[in-house]
Every structure is written in C-alpha cells, then in structure tokens.
C-alpha cells in the first residue's frame, strides 16, 4: 500500500449545501485545496481563504492527489467522471476519486472499471446526516471500494465525519446508503400515520409524543420530525426532492436485485403526491401533510 | 377528590404472561391482593405468597376499592365488565377499574358510560414494554378517564411501570396505545425492507445496522429486532398474533375516524401472511421471513 504523504493535495467538485462545508473543513485542516463547481461564485469564500480555483474537473484531478465529488445524481457525477473534462482525462496510477454523492450503485462500479483500467481508484462514498453534520464535520459516510484506497484516504475523512465505515467492494456505500434511505422514508412514514391517527381522534400531539417515544415506537424521525409536524415547520433538514432521488435510486437498485420492496413504493408514491402538491423544495416532514389530508 | 387509603384493597383479573408479574408486585408492595383468572393452577404462586381466590369478577370488585384487568382483546373485557357475573354486578361509588388490556377505544367508552351509572370509574390503562417490562416493572402506561380517578391511582400504577401518562378523557389511553403500535409495527417493516435490500445486494447484514443506526435511521425497531433478523432468531418478544390483533383494533378506529393509513394496512397484510405461514407464535420480527421471502 502506497501511503500518500501526511498533507495529500486535495480538489473538491460540487460546493453546494454539503460540499461547501466539507471542502472548507479540509482547508481548515491544512490540505492544499483546488476547487470546482458549476456556479463560480459559491466557491468565493474559500477562494478567499486560500483554496486554487479550477476550470474543469479535469483540471481539478491534474493537480490532486485526491478528488472529492459532492454532486447530487447519477448524470452529474457521470458527467463529472466521464465527460469531455472529466476527471478520467486526467487519471493516473494512484490518483483516488471519493465520491459523496448518493447515486446509483450499478452506474458506480462502471465507473470505478472505467477509471482502474488508467489505475485509479473510485471510492463510493455517500453520507448522512445532512447540512447540520456537514457542518459540524459530524456525518456518517459509508465507504465502497479497495480497502487499501480507503485506509488510505481515512485520516481525510475523518475531518468531514464521525460514523465512518468501510462496507465492502463498489458500490456497497451507495447501497448501504439506499439501505439508510429505507428506513429514513418509511419510518418517517411511520410517524405521519401515527400522528394523523392521533389528531384524527383528538388527541393531545406532544401528550402523544411523550408517551411512547420512550419504548419501543422510539425513532430518530419521531424526536426529530414529529415535533416539526405538530408544529406545521416544514423548513429543510432534508428536502423532499433529495428524498425522492434516492427513493427512485432504491426501487431500481431492488428492482436489479429481484427484491420487491411495498413500503418503499408506497412512501414514493406518498412524496410524489407531495411534490406534485409544490411541497418538493420542503422538509421530509411535511409529508405529513399528504397522509394527514391536511 | 377521595383520597383512597395508603393501602386500599385491590384486584387483579387476568394472570397471564403480562398480569402475573403486574399483580405480583401489588403483593410485593404491600397491597391487600384478591385475584381471579380464568386457569386457576396460573393463580398458584400469588395464593402461596398470600393473595386471596375470588370465584368471579364480580366477587373480586366486591372486596376491592380498585380492581386491575389484563386481559386480551375487546370481548374478554366485555365478559369481565358487563356479562353475568361481571364487575358490573358489585359495580359502586368509588370503586375503580383500571384496564390494562389493549383493546378498542369507542367500546371502552360504552363500558366507561355503563359502570359511570353507578358511580364507578372505568380507567383504560394499556401498556408498552411487554413482559421484560411487566416483570421489572418498566412499563409504559397510557391512561385515559378522569383525572381525579387517575390522580387516586396513580401511586399504585408506579409499582407496575415508569412512564405513566394520563392522555386525556376515556379512550385516550387506548388510542394512544394504538398510535404506538404502528409506529411499532411500520418502523418495524422499515427495518424489515432494509435489511432485505442488504442482504439481496450481499453487503454484511451487521456492519450495515451499524453504519446507519446512529443516524437519522435510527429506532428501538432497528437496534432491538434488527439483530434477531439477521440471526433467524423468532423467539417472541411480542407475538405476532398480538401485533396482529392490535393493528386490527388500529384499522377500525382509523376508519372510524374518517382516516386511511395505508402503511398500517400495508403491514397488516403482511402480518397476516406471516401468520398464514405458521408464524403467529413467533415474535414480530420474523415479519422478516415474509418480507425477505426467506
């Protein structure tokens, strides 16, 4: 196992809500820093705190040791890798590309072929814990790929994240993150139902909440969402347009593996319904308005 | 408000998996305990310890000022309350009933008006936590009826459980109790597809629980039965039998309500299916055999 050296040169592609914070949390930690993203102007602050602009992801890659994408689907990160100033144009033996995005796990391990034939490494490397753990460098990312690529760039990861685990060979970190998306939707799900049963009967929400959050109803989307239903917040954590990407991501990647999975497709179709309502840019919660029929 | 005595006499019908442990600590902490059940060798252990035989419902409210119900469903209660030799035959003022049985909210109401006719209060009570928390005293307990009532008893539901929420007015409890439930049952699903999409897609069933439990896919469900799935272990926690009664006192007083809880429906088919296979012995999380179609 190569080890890169105790400052590695980094690049960061795709500066939005996630990647902002993540590729800034690099600079802060003293790696050499070259950016690109589609909208020059979100990359202005850590321009400003010393990062080197790049004209492409090419370009990005060329003067890396390793490149973090953070882009949101599939097309974007196949754009970003494959096309005419993608990262593959300037491959090399050594060069490690971690993908953040949360993409189709079928169309990474295409990647990863296409880039190991120039002897690069693709690590699939999605997370969790949206815009508030990208900030506070607290999110969970879930890595596919070589393990020895993965030790490799670990000590980076770790100024991005906390939960950080190597789930096996490419592709594993996008299904582990479909995995998460499963329970994330349907036991958001879960609570919309419980709720709307509760108010439908005129009952006392919070009264509610408290009793049974303790045992064995307790979830993470009930302490966190419910209370954001009651209250009628529908302010993002994470918005519903993201949710439903990844929903779709999840019934093809089942679809592929002969798996039918009906709560999955019922919680699509409930966000579509909320979507279709203008409620996409809104907060997963807000799917209580769809099954409360509010 | 009558303050009952420090030590007021009480009853407890039903000695099952749940109300033996529930009434043994009656006795342990001191209180005057008559007992009645319908398999009288279950009464064994608490006569030896010192509680008293009642040959009926009716003969144990007699000599009670509170009697306890734990029983199953919506017409054992009904053969308690209001049938020939039910508590309503020595039915008084002051006397309490509390239900810890899970069964339906509007029939709780009717039993509350008819034992109201004599002065008695009627107080649904169903708990959470199953029999680990029946035996350590650690259940959740949901009450609905009046306050006062609740106020009088409640010293005595302290040395059966922990979490003890009044909910409101009669059938508050039980609704409450039917919220919880599918939170329980649709959280559980969530966990059931997941790790059904894990394992077709071959990622370590173990290391993917742990990846995503600390975040927002987080739940009781998910920490709790999430192991026993991947280990084939159906030995019960809760019966799915039970589960499936519950979600069946759900669905009615969802329709009742004028609300369509799809992802309960949902779950409730599958329930049913685990049943038709054999499973309704085997606790909830063998839902995963179904699901999975192991």
């Given at each position: 196992?190569?080890?890169?050296?105790?400052?590695?040169?980094?690049?960061f592609?795709?500066?939005?809500?996630?990647?902002?914070?993540m590729?800034g949390h690099?600079?802060?930690?003293?790696?050499p820093?070259?950016?690109?993203?589609?909208?020059?102007k979100?990359?202005?602050?850590?321009?400003?705190?010393?990062?080197?602009?790049a004209?492409?992801p090419?370009?990005?890659a060329?003067?890396?040791d390793?490149?973090?994408?953070?882009?949101?689907?599939?097309?974007?990160?196949?754009?970003?890798?494959?096309?005419?100033?993608?990262?593959?144009?300037?491959?090399r033996?050594?060069?490690?590309?971690?993908?953040?995005?949360?993409i189709s796990?079928?169309?990474?391990?295409?990647?990863?072929?296409?880039?190991?034939?120039?002897?690069?490494h693709l690590?699939?490397?999605?997370?969790?814990?949206?815009?508030?753990?990208?900030?506070?460098?607290?999110l969970?990312?879930?890595?596919?790929?070589?393990?020895?690529?993965?030790?490799?760039?670990?000590?980076?990861?770790?100024?991005?994240?906390?939960t950080?685990?190597?789930?096996?060979?490419s592709?594993?970190?996008?299904?582990?993150?479909l995995?998460n998306q499963?329970?994330v939707?349907?036991?958001?799900l879960?609570?919309?139902?419980a709720?709307?049963?509760?108010?439908?009967?005129?009952?006392d929400?919070?009264?509610?909440i408290?009793?049974v959050a303790g045992?064995?109803?307790?979830?993470?989307?009930?302490?966190?969402?419910?209370?954001?239903?009651?209250?009628?917040?529908?302010a993002?954590?994470?918005?519903i347009?993201l949710?439903?990407?990844?929903?779709?991501?999840?019934?093809e990647?089942?679809?592929?593996?002969?798996?039918?999975?009906q709560?999955?497709?019922l919680?699509?179709?409930?966000?579509?319904?909320?979507?279709?309502?203008?409620?996409?840019k809104?907060?997963?919660?807000?799917l209580?308005?769809?099954?409360?029929?509010?």
């Open positions: 196992m190569t080890l890169l050296n105790s400052k590695p040169r980094v690049a592609i795709g500066l939005g809500i996630m990647g902002n914070p590729a690099l600079l802060s930690a003293g790696y820093l070259t950016v690109y993203t589609r909208t020059h979100r990359a202005t602050e850590l321009l400003e705190r010393g990062a080197t602009w004209d492409s090419a370009a990005a060329k003067v890396a390793v490149v973090f994408i953070c882009v949101t689907d599939t097309p974007d990160v196949k754009s970003v890798i494959l096309e005419e100033h993608g990262i593959i144009n300037s491959a033996r050594g060069l490690i590309v971690v993908d953040h995005s949360t796990p079928s169309a990474t391990q295409a990647m990863a072929k296409a880039l190991a034939e120039k002897g690069t690590l699939d490397a999605p997370v969790s814990g949206g815009d508030v753990g990208a900030k506070n460098a607290s969970s990312i879930m890595v596919g790929g070589e393990r020895n690529a993965f030790e490799q760039v670990f000590p980076i990861l770790q100024k991005m994240g906390k950080i685990t190597h789930t096996g060979p592709g594993s970190g996008q299904l582990t993150k995995v499963i329970l939707s349907v036991t958001n879960a609570v919309c139902e709720l709307t049963l509760a108010k439908a009967g005129g009952l929400l919070k009264k509610t408290d009793a045992g064995a109803a307790g979830s993470w989307q009930l302490n966190n969402l419910g209370p954001k239903m009651i209250a009628g917040d529908d993002p954590g994470f918005m347009d949710q439903l990407k990844d929903l779709r991501l999840t019934l990647a089942a679809e592929k593996a002969g798996v039918n999975l709560a999955a497709g919680v699509t179709r409930l966000f579509e319904t909320a979507k279709d309502r203008g409620l996409g809104a907060g997963t919660q807000a209580f308005h769809v099954v409360s029929q509010d």
